[in-house]
């Protein structure tokens, strides 16, 4: 098994390379960039700052041709692709993710602005999400086709049916619009920083608890149908019925032997599901005013802030390749019959 978990933590290299390598020649040769961007926002402005008039992309512009060449070297866009992206590839291991074009400012800065809250809402969904839906899987399980079990399926694929950014939309308009009970956006209030402990507490929690409910709204169901599943499975398999015919009880066999076999699927997409630590939603984010991850990254595509878009491809990939290598390792720790490498499991 060591060897197998060797080898996946090799192929991190060669999958991070393809994947980046794929994205920036995307952003050399798709239309529009953060040149054409300033010749755009120059031209609407009426600026005048060379004499020669010329075109860059198909779009008129007041800059010189020596201007536009400064501006293609200055920001890379002046080397083939695979040189450009070398010369990328070698800043990153140094750890330098370059400037931001829109910010002017590091990338790495502007990203780490983003981590607390970013890791803030990801982390607490994921405790609510496992936390709420592997209990709630455990009980509808046992109590299949009862009404609790038909409620709480209506309820659930409810909250699936509907998109998160929808859910946002309708609590932010019942219960912070008309009710006023909560915020309407933002992450904490303007006042924080003269706020004491406690107080700055509430204070995230108050602003926390909309934009927590939009997000989870769509993942319990399936987290939720998924323990249930599993665990009825595992409870008509032969092995368990022979624990209770020997005379196990039943809440013992649910628990001793049913339910560690049940957390393999859980476990399995346990890896992916890291990733929501950083993505986030841009449109949950957008709607509540929440500076995460997600609107920042949406924010870059639509300015053509490709360091900004590259910088948190790099984590994010990163992130989601290790994921997958967590999601092996809980299925090693959840069932150790499973032999990586092997092809079987043991018996």
Known sequence: MTSYFIRRFMLIVPTFIGVTILV??????????????????????????????????????????????????????????????????????????????????????????????????????????????????????????????????????FGYAIPGYVVAIALLTAFAGNLGWFPLSGFVSDDFDDLGTLEKIWDVTHHAVLPLMAYTAGSFAVTTMLMKNSLMDNLAAEYVRTAIAKGMAFRQAVFMHAFRNSLIPIATSFGSNITLILTGSFLIEQIFNIDGFGLLGWESLVERDYPVVMGILVISSLLFMIGNILSDICVALVDPRVKFGSGETSQ
């Not at 800043?91 to 910010?103: F, I, N, P």
């Not at 981590?115 to 609510?128: A, Q």
């Not at 299949?144 to 309820?155: E, G, M, Y």
Request: charge should be negative; hydrophobic fraction near 45%; include cysteine.
């Open 24 to 157: 920036f020649a995307v952003t050399r040769l798709v239309p529009g960039g953060p040149i054409e961007r300033m010749l755009q926002e120059a031209a609407m402005a009426g600026a005048d700052v060379g004499a020669a008039t010329t075109s860059f992309g198909g779009g008129a512009s007041a800059l010189s041709d020596e201007q536009i060449d400064e501006l293609k070297a200055y920001y890379g866009f002046d080397k083939p692709v695979v040189l450009g992206y070398l010369e990328w590839l070698s800043k990153v291991v140094q750890l330098d993710l370059g400037t931001s074009t829109r910010y002017s400012e590091p990338v790495w800065d502007t990203i780490k602005d983003r981590f607390p809250i970013s890791i803030f809402y990801g982390i607490t969904t994921l405790i609510l999400t496992y936390g709420v839906c592997i209990p709630l899987g455990i009980v509808k399980a046992i109590r299949h086709k009862t009404t609790f079990d038909n409620l709480t399926s209506a309820v659930v694929f």
